[in-house]
């Protein structure tokens, strides 16, 4: 755990930067070299409790893991790799759990039919549904499958760029909610490149069968709406009160 920083020992020309963010421009010629430390000086405060005037009172110590920017992004290269690493192993294990639950329902369910776990409130039932998530757009395999791919190139971009899109998100909440959407993006789309159509196995009274992969998509994305909501509302009241 490192010690709380100064606004003066982040620098002059970091603290610009942050600056030229928090105005939405990206030509430092666009703006007044002042406002745009002003901007900066505020956005820190914003983000980072732990930055503060010199000679001020410390509001606590950082630990590098509560803002985008103090914690750098890309994050530096060994740190970076290892927390990529972590994030990916997660998606996989997430996709490998979807694919052990569909490859275990056709094996077990195709012998012996519908299983009532509660009742007629939750059912392992055995469906293949060539459509989308929760059986629709039934007989559109391809296009779901380029769309499954140009999701998770989009998905990619999220991960790279979110932090300058929408600076006042959660860092971890980002990083879930695209996981949790890759993870059932990809799950579904091995079944259409492999399968021909996604195998669906849980079941619910008046409500299309599903699995696990639909469940990681619609988390996701949900957390990824709510991330958006967040950061463009802080953002938005950061604007205003200048």
């Known amino acids: 755990m490192g010690r709380a920083r100064t606004i003066e020992e982040v620098g002059e020309p970091r603290i610009r930067e942050f600056g030229r963010r928090r105005l939405g421009v ?3 010629t666009q703006v007044h070299p002042i406002r ?7 956005l820190l405060k914003r983000i980072e409790p732990g930055v503060r005037k010199a000679g001020g009172r410390r509001s606590r110590e950082t630990d590098g893991h509560r803002d985008w920017e103090l914690r ?18 997660l998606a996989l294990l997430l996709f490998a759990a979807d694919q052990a639950l ?4 056709e094996r077990g369910l195709s012998q012996v039919g519908d299983v009532p ?4 409130w939750l059912m392992l039932a055995l469906r293949y549904n060539p459509g989308a998530g929760f059986s629709v757009f039934a007989g559109l395999r391809v296009w779901l499958a380029g769309l499954g ?3 998770l190139a989009a998905a990619a971009v999220a ?13 971890r909440g980002w990083r879930l909610a695209l996981v949790l959407a890759a993870a ?9 490149l492999w399968r021909g159509a996604v195998v669906d196995y849980l079941a619910l009274p008046f409500w299309p069968v599903f699995n696990l992969a639909d469940v990681f998509l619609t988390v996701g994305c949900f957390l990824l709406a709510w991330q958006v909501i967040k950061g463009g509302a802080s953002g938005h009241g950061g604007t205003g009160s200048r």
């Open 26 to 28: 990206v030509d430092p």
């Open 36 to 42: 745009q430390v002003a901007a900066g000086r505020r």
């Open 72 to 89: 750098g992004w890309p994050p530096a290269e060994g740190r970076g790799v290892a927390g990529s690493g972590r994030w990916a192993a």
């Open 102 to 105: 569909k490859a275990w329902a």
């Open 117 to 120: 776990l509660l009742g007629t």
């Open 149 to 151: 791919v140009a999701a």
């Open 159 to 171: 991960w790279r760029y979110g932090p300058r899109w929408f600076p006042h998100a959660s860092p």
């Open 184 to 192: 059932g993006t990809a799950g579904n789309l091995v079944d259409r």
